[in-house]
C-alpha cells in the first residue's frame, strides 16, 4: 500500500494568495482526518470526515479555511486568501472508521511570505 | 512529559538501555490512545495503540501502560537503538462518538552511543 498521500510537499506563498493542499487516504479507509503542527501550538484536529462527510470541523481556525471530500480517494484543504500565521506543517490521516489507528501522510510544510 | 510552549522535555538515553516516556493525558473520558513517534521531516508514525478497557500492551520492542486513575500513559522502549531518536507523541480520543485525536506537546528522546 502506497500509504497517505499528500501534495504538494512544500509550498511557498505570498500573504493574500489561495492555498490548496491536496490529500488521497488509504484506499478502503472511510475516514479521513487534516492536522496543522507548529511549534507553539503542536498537532492540532483542523477536520474529519467519514464516508466522505464533514463530521466535526471545530478546529477549522476561520472562515479562511475550508476543507472537501468529494470522493473517498481525495480531499482538499484551502486557505484564502492566506496569511503569515498560516505558516505550517499541514498532515493528512486516514484510518477505518473508528476510533482507530489513524495513518499520516508525510505533510505540506506551507510558508507563507 | 509535559511541555510549554516551545522547549519539549527531552530525555536522554545511552543506546542498549530502556527508554520510558511519559504522558498525562486531559480526557478522564477517553477511551483510545496511540504513541505516534515522528522523525525530522517525516509525519508522525504508529507504534501502539491501547484501548481504555486494558492496562498494558505488547509490541516488539515497545510496552505501553495504561493508569486511568492518574490519567496516565507512558510508553516503554527496549534496548534502544539510534533510530530510536525521535519525538514521540502520546495522542488520546475523547469518545463520544468523535474520532478525532488530541495530541500532546510531545517528548524528544535522543539516543547517547
Known amino acids: 500500500d502506497a500509504g497517505v498521500i499528500q501534495s504538494p510537499r512544500h509550498e511557498v506563498t505570498e500573504m493574500g494568495q489561495e492555498v490548496t493542499l491536496r490529500c488521497k487516504p488509504i484506499?478502503?479507509?472511510?475516514?479521513l482526518f487534516w492536522y496543522r503542527q507548529t511549534m507553539m501550538r503542536g498537532l492540532e484536529l483542523l477536520i474529519y470526515f467519514n464516508n466522505n462527510v464533514p463530521i466535526d470541523d471545530s478546529g477549522m481556525p476561520e472562515d479562511r479555511f475550508s476543507a472537501k471530500m468529494p470522493n473517498a480517494s481525495f480531499s482538499t484543504l484551502k486557505i484564502q486568501p492566506s496569511e503569515p500565521r498560516d505558516s505550517a506543517v499541514y498532515f493528512c490521516?486516514?484510518?477505518?472508521?473508528?476510533?482507530?489507528?489513524?495513518?499520516f501522510g508525510p505533510g505540506t510544510r506551507l510558508t507563507v511570505l | 512529559g509535559e511541555s510549554v510552549g516551545l522547549h519539549l522535555p527531552t530525555l536522554s538515553v545511552q543506546e542498549g538501555d530502556n527508554s520510558i516516556i511519559n504522558c498525562a493525558y486531559s480526557n478522564s473520558a477517553s477511551d483510545y490512545f496511540i504513541w505516534y513517534k515522528q522523525e525530522s521531516g517525516k509525519g508522525p508514525q504508529f507504534i501502539i495503540d491501547i484501548r481504555s478497557n486494558m492496562d498494558k500492551r505488547q509490541g516488539q520492542r515497545v510496552t505501553v501502560l495504561l493508569n486511568k486513575t492518574v490519567k496516565h500513559l507512558s510508553l516503554q522502549i527496549a534496548a534502544t537503538q539510534p533510530g530510536d531518536s525521535a519525538v514521540y507523541f502520546c495522542a488520546e480520543n475523547w469518545g463520544g462518538g468523535a474520532d478525532g485525536l488530541t495530541f500532546g506537546k510531545g517528548t524528544h528522546l535522543i539516543i547517547q552511543p
Open positions: 490521516a486516514s484510518s477505518s472508521t473508528g476510533p482507530d489507528t489513524q495513518y
Open positions: 484506499s478502503g479507509h472511510n475516514s
